[in-house]
């Protein structure tokens, strides 16, 4: 709501960054935390099935340059986005961002109100887990989310503007967000049934290596259609990735409840930086170089290095047996 509202830069720092980012982490674990607690044959199948909204819903605004309110791209969901392109062509920015928010603060509250913890309330537990620290297997996944979010986000960020530098229409490289989110619906819910059977962190793996190599695949589309076809599949190795990423935890913890949420919060308090630098990282390679290549080759690096940090996390836990974890 204050986004709306905001005239000067650092205004739009401090209501979408900082505000938004603390209420948005602040949801997100306690959410992620609860659901396992409901489900113990198709836990990853629930928790999949459960991220799939975000892949209708989740969206990111960025704002740059002297004329901050400008919106130059609005990588996400499926509805999100599009309710907010055409609302601010009839109605403006600030309308645009209102309604937005007033979508997610009904669907918000209902879930709040709707939401039960299963197990039976225990004592306040510390904010931070000493044994975390000393338990290698999630050193190893924290590193791989770092470097995942790094890598993972920058498809979703600079797709639109390659498919601009290609000769594509404004539309076009709009709705390529929009496919790339539609494909992590299926990669969100299709893999989550098998995931019960493999483990998450297999999945995970697989998720990160598969990402790689079409990220690294992307340096050479030089068409629409290729463009197309590279958001559907990369949307779907990156929504399994996401998708796995919590219940990762949870398995590399042997399924104890009752650190899951204490450890999955200090996972992503050292992986989340990934997310912060990944982009803006790849910007700067790309206005140093006007060269695509340098952000496919840095968002692709840094995924396949994910993969093999969460390789390191799985040897490190069960070795090199092929079982489920």
């Not at 739009?12 to 992620?32: D, E």
């Not at 309308?95 to 709707?114: D, E, H, M, N, P």
């Not at 190795?237 to 919060?265: D, H, P, W």
Request: with cysteine; aromatic share 12%; proline share 4%.
């Amino acid at each position: 709501m204050m986004t709306s509202l905001c005239t000067e830069y650092w205004q739009v720092m401090l209501a979408q960054g900082a505000v938004t980012g603390v209420g948005t982490g602040l949801l997100f674990v306690p959410a992620t935390a609860l659901l396992p607690q409901y489900f113990a044959k198709r836990r990853n199948l629930a928790a999949t099935i459960a991220a799939a909204g975000s892949g209708f819903g989740e969206d990111r605004i960025r704002l740059c340059g002297s004329e901050f309110l400008k919106l130059t791209r609005l990588p996400g969901g499926l509805i999100y986005p599009i309710i907010f392109r055409e609302v601010q062509r009839s109605m403006g920015f600030g309308w645009a961002v209102r309604i937005v928010a007033f979508v997610a603060l009904v669907l918000g509250l209902a879930s709040v109100l709707t939401a039960r913890t299963r197990a039976p309330a225990r004592p306040m537990r510390e904010l931070l887990d000493p044994a975390v620290f000393r338990d290698v297997p999630v050193l190893f996944f924290a590193v791989a989310c770092f470097a995942a979010f790094a890598g993972l986000y920058i498809p979703a960020y600079y797709i639109g503007i390659h498919e601009l530098s290609l000769g594509g229409s404004e539309d076009m490289a709009f709705y390529l967000v929009a496919i790339m989110q539609a494909g992590s619906l299926l990669g969100r819910i299709g893999p989550g049934y098998f995931a019960d059977r493999t483990g998450p962190l297999n999945m995970f793996i697989a998720a990160c290596f598969s990402a790689g190599i079409l990220v690294f695949c992307w340096i050479a589309i030089e068409n629409t259609a290729g463009m197309v076809v590279f958001a559907a599949l990369y949307g779907t190795a990156f929504g399994l990735a996401m998708a796995m990423a919590a219940m990762c935890v949870l398995s590399l913890i042997k399924g104890q409840m009752a650190r899951f949420g204490t450890t999955l919060g200090m996972c992503l308090l050292l992986s989340s930086p990934g997310i912060l630098i990944g982009a803006p990282i790849a910007g700067a390679a790309l206005k140093r170089s006007n060269d695509f290549t340098d952000v496919q080759s840095f968002s692709g690096s840094m995924i396949m290095f994910a993969g093999l940090c969460a390789c390191a996390a799985r040897i490190w836990s069960v070795g090199f047996a092929v079982r489920k974890i």
